[in-house]
């Protein structure tokens, strides 16, 4: 019996009851999955037409969309469909090629196309390899397709979006024909880059110079928050069209590819990434849990996580109990000091320039190097080509070796003599001050001391200057560094894309050491019209040996990177030549949370 209390109370309690039941009838909305990753740079910028440094390709390769992309478990390397319905088809002579686009496939939601998606079309991707002509934009890509598309000689003399080349053809919607004035092996290649990585028209005109921070693309992740060079938030893109699923897998991969097999990317749902610049920072910031993976552990600081008892890389046993995983890697990648040749202390082409340059090649300890800084996680460079690059030839030997006595002789033959000091001079009496940048962080600190003593064994005077590695980039870009140790990563595996560092038509974008010597020139032109081959080695191996004669580099080292990932970090396989694997990897939240983790 209800009482006049109760009945007050009922409508109430009725409206409870229906709060509570629908509450308990909702689903529970899940856990974000949060991949956390780290840059060892900042960003320079977003444009794919425009970057070239490692921290801001890592980002585009996320944001922006090409035509192919490299398989992630074949081995070795191969290119497949991305944008595509298949791979492109290419007529008998090998030089026109046809490209099929997916619909359905749309630009991020933008205010250049008045807050909506954009569906990307053949005119899109036509549009994206016209911009790296655009003298305007300096693209440091263009040599990829500069003199290659029929036609596009009209884009040098006098560039126009308007201006159509029967190199580059919109057949219809969805269907991009390119031809070639001759076959490139590598062209497949260069359309698996994130220089390639479709561009909006509409985009590009409203941001302008711009775009850069703007970034508008298609890709597994869209742009979040975004606090330069500090911070950077991706969002999973729910409109991506790639499911995963492998044709070629290397025998030891496929487990995973059955763990993927058919999976929406990306797997999880954002990625914070975090630049640090200090090594020790990161691998604390890692040890704390911080950071999900470390890929190519700092050399100063691989004490903290490798054995050093071990003469192989092993992982401490501490960290092995904590179910954390080691993957020594090696890297297609190249360490080089570079010095600029239209400099007046250290470039030039005389006997007295390349003796100077030489002098400094054959002080230089690679064998310390490898051992002290590197803890052993790397191969003395022969060439510019790292193992397993298409060319690269395992009998080569520098003929430039650490020689103390001959670097010293070679010096005062040519007249660089000491001074009241102790330091040399240059030929003509004047003081010879040579500088080199460096970037102030603490392998560059201890990069600095090694380059110190080797100038310091030749009574050669340097002064350091350090900056931001995006600043020292921009600076060699405009011939305004005399030397500076840098590295390139493989944007495809062949040696075409290390010997172009070098070819004079690249002065002013990659060739920051503007080396332009007709005798190099034209075999590097001879071996872009050829297919990997004996011929073809030979030809680098003969521009090697003009590398070593010139000396516009010291060539230095191929990193072995030591790769550590936490237990909860799961699809975890580092690619030879993409820059990142983010939209594979998946999150264990349950591991990632468990009390034993958040304990430590």
């Given at each position: 019996m209800l009482t006049p209390t109760m009945n007050r109370f009922r409508p109430l309690a009725a409206a409870l009851f229906l709060v509570l039941a629908h509450a308990a009838a909702a689903p529970v909305s899940a856990e974000p999955k949060v991949l956390h990753a780290l840059l060892s740079t900042g960003e320079t910028g977003l444009d794919p037409a425009v970057a070239s440094d490692l921290a801001s390709l890592s980002l585009l390769e996320n944001l922006f969309d090409p035509m192919l992309r490299y398989d992630y478990l074949a081995r070795p390397v191969k290119v497949r469909p991305n944008a595509l319905v298949a791979m492109p088809t290419v007529d008998?002579?090998?030089?026109?090629?046809?490209?099929?686009?997916?619909?359905?496939?749309?630009?991020?939601?933008?205010?250049?196309?008045?807050?909506?998606?954009?569906?990307?079309?053949?005119?899109?991707?036509?549009?994206?390899?016209?911009?790296?002509?655009?003298?305007?934009?300096?693209?440091?890509?263009?040599?990829?397709?500069?003199?290659?598309?029929?036609?596009?000689?009209?884009?040098?003399?006098?560039?126009?979006?308007?201006?159509?080349?029967?190199?580059?053809?919109?057949?219809?919607?969805?269907?991009?024909?390119?031809?070639?004035?001759?076959?490139?092996?590598?062209?497949?290649?260069?359309?698996?880059?994130?220089?390639?990585?479709?561009?909006?028209?509409?985009?590009?005109?409203?941001?302008?110079?711009?775009?850069?921070?703007?970034?508008?693309?298609?890709?597994?992740?869209?742009?979040?928050?975004?606090?330069?060079?500090?911070?950077?938030?991706?969002?999973?893109?729910?409109?991506?069209?790639?499911?995963?699923?492998?044709?070629?897998?290397?025998?030891?991969?496929?487990?995973?590819?059955?763990?993927?097999?058919?999976?929406?990317?990306?797997?999880?749902?954002?990625?914070?990434?975090?630049?640090?610049?200090?090594?020790?920072?990161?691998?604390?910031?890692?040890?704390n849990g911080e950071f999900d993976f470390i890929e190519q552990v700092p050399e100063s600081m691989r004490d903290l996580v490798l054995d050093p008892a071990s003469p192989a890389p092993v992982l401490k046993k501490e960290l092995a109990r904590r179910g954390m995983v080691l993957e020594p890697f090696p890297v297609l990648q190249t360490y080089y000091m570079w010095m600029n040749m239209e400099n007046p202390v250290i470039g030039g082409y005389g006997k007295d320039k390349v003796a100077l340059r030489r002098a400094i090649a054959l002080a230089y300890d690679g064998a310390e190097d490898v051992a002290l800084l590197k803890k052993g996680l790397a191969l003395p460079a022969q060439t510019p080509l790292p193992p397993n690059v298409l060319g690269y030839d395992p009998a080569y030997r520098s003929p430039v070796q650490h020689n103390l006595p001959l670097a010293r002789a070679l010096l005062d033959r040519y007249g660089y003599k000491p001074g009241r000091d102790g330091y040399r001079t240059q030929p003509d009496g004047t003081p010879l001050l040579l500088t080199m940048h460096s970037e102030p962080s603490m392998v560059g600190r201890l990069r600095d001391e090694l380059w110190r003593k080797t100038f310091e064994n030749l009574k050669?005077?340097?002064?350091?200057?350090?900056?931001?590695?995006?600043?020292?980039?921009?600076?060699?870009?405009?011939?305004?560094?005399?030397?500076?140790?840098?590295?390139?990563?493989?944007?495809?595996?062949?040696?075409?894309?290390?010997?172009?560092?070098?070819?004079?038509?690249?002065?002013?974008?990659?060739?920051?050491?503007?080396?332009?010597?007709?005798?190099?020139?034209?075999?590097?032109?001879?071996?872009?019209?050829?297919?990997?081959?004996?011929?073809?080695?030979?030809?680098?191996?003969?521009?090697?040996?003009?590398?070593?004669?010139?000396?516009?580099?010291?060539?230095?080292?191929?990193?072995?990177?030591?790769d550590i990932r936490q237990p909860w970090l799961k699809n975890y396989k580092r690619h030879p030549v993409e820059f990142t694997n983010w939209r594979y990897l998946d999150i264990d939240l349950s591991q990632r949370n468990s009390p034993a983790k958040m304990a430590r």
């Open positions: 008998a002579a090998g030089t026109t090629w046809t490209f099929r686009l997916k619909p359905g496939m749309h630009f991020a939601p933008d205010a250049a196309f008045d807050g909506k998606p954009r569906e990307v079309t053949a005119a899109d991707y036509l549009y994206t390899i016209q911009r790296l002509y655009d003298p305007a934009i300096k693209s440091p890509w263009l040599f990829l397709f500069e003199g290659k598309l029929l036609g596009d000689e009209v884009y040098k003399d006098r560039f126009s979006y308007a201006t159509a080349i029967p190199g580059l053809k919109v057949v219809d919607k969805y269907t991009l024909q390119i031809r070639l004035k001759q076959p490139d092996p590598g062209f497949l290649f260069y359309l698996a880059l994130p220089a390639t990585g479709v561009v909006a028209r509409e985009a590009a005109e409203k941001y302008g110079t711009q775009l850069g921070n703007h970034p508008v693309g298609s890709g597994p992740f869209r742009m979040g928050e975004w606090k330069r060079s500090d911070r950077i938030t991706l969002v999973a893109n729910p409109d991506y069209h790639q499911r995963f699923h492998a044709d070629d897998v290397a025998p030891e991969n496929r487990a995973l590819a059955a763990a993927l097999e058919g999976k929406r990317l990306p797997l999880v749902d954002q990625v914070e990434v975090k630049i640090m610049e200090e090594y020790q920072s990161r691998v604390l910031g890692y040890l050669l005077r340097v002064a350091f200057k350090t900056d931001k590695k995006t600043e020292i980039i921009k600076a060699s870009r405009l011939g305004n560094v005399m030397m500076f140790e840098s590295n390139w990563q493989a944007d495809f595996p062949d040696g075409d894309n290390f010997y172009q560092l070098l070819y004079g038509g690249n002065v002013g974008r990659a060739n920051y050491a503007r080396f332009n010597l007709p005798a190099y020139n034209v075999r590097y032109e001879a071996a872009q019209k050829m297919a990997d081959s004996p011929a073809r080695t030979k030809l680098y191996d003969e521009m090697a040996d003009l590398l070593h004669a010139y000396n516009p580099w010291v060539l230095l080292t191929h990193p072995i990177s030591a």
